[in-house]
């Protein structure tokens, strides 16, 4: 059962420009989180906005949430071709576990 | 630093075969999953365990069983290995405690049924 659905399911951008991904999930949440996986890797997580929160900054990343529309997004800014990888999404369904979308594939052209 | 090791990165099979997939974490984490990859499908998850000796079934448990004899070390088995069993599969760990904590993920186990 997937919860969060990334969007869009691929994105190709050239280096220094920004990329935003959404998702989106159907239940309410606790929190919400961020993961990356580069080629033939596992994921690694990247950040975690909590329900009350509406936005969370690390580095380049920015996340925002909107519970009214059940949605949240991540932007990289200045993207560079070491971002290049698949981002999930993934919500808390109760304790312990998470459900993670199918992922948005980010390719960054030097 | 947190790591999750999985014994093999790469495996291929036999039908009919019992496998095993190791993983290990050094975090003292109560809590580890399996789940495997398939490409337009994301994750899902086989098994879960959140103690020694205790685990509870995910999304697709058929045709898969688990171990957890001690904290540190998770097994999935596949009983009699099928070529739709073909996939990426990974663990992850997390500690107890809260809605949703943070997984950390090995590298993946690539396995081939043929």
């Known amino acids: 059962s997937q919860q969060g659905e990334e969007d869009p399911q691929a994105l190709s951008i050239q280096e220094g420009e920004n990329a935003t991904m959404n998702c989106s999930y159907k239940t309410s949440i606790n929190n919400l989180q961020w993961y990356r996986q580069n080629s033939g890797r596992g994921l690694v997580h990247l950040i975690l906005?909590?329900?009350?929160?509406r936005e969370k900054h690390s580095g380049r990343l920015r996340v925002t949430l909107d519970t009214s529309k059940k949605s949240s997004s991540l932007l990289i800014t200045a993207s560079r071709a070491a971002d290049t990888a698949s981002y999930f999404c993934a919500t808390p369904p109760g304790y312990n576990k998470l459900i993670f979308g199918a992922g948005t594939r980010l390719a960054v052209h030097p | 630093d947190v790591k999750v090791t999985q014994s093999s990165r790469y495996l291929v099979k036999r039908t009919g075969e019992k496998v095993f997939l190791e993983c290990v974490q050094d975090m003292d984490h109560e809590n580890m999953f399996w789940y495997r990859q398939d490409p337009g499908l994301g994750l899902r998850l086989i098994y879960f365990s959140y103690d020694v000796k205790m685990k509870e079934k995910g999304d697709i448990p058929e045709g898969y069983s688990v171990s957890r004899e001690k904290k540190e070390r998770f097994s999935l088995i596949l009983e009699s290995a099928s070529t739709n069993q073909t996939s990426m599969y990974l663990c992850?760990?997390?500690?107890?405690?809260?809605?949703?904590?943070?997984?950390?993920f090995g590298d993946g186990t690539r396995l081939s049924i043929l």
């Open positions: 992850a760990s997390s500690p107890q405690g809260g809605l949703g904590q943070p997984q950390h």
């Open positions: 906005i909590r329900s009350n929160e």
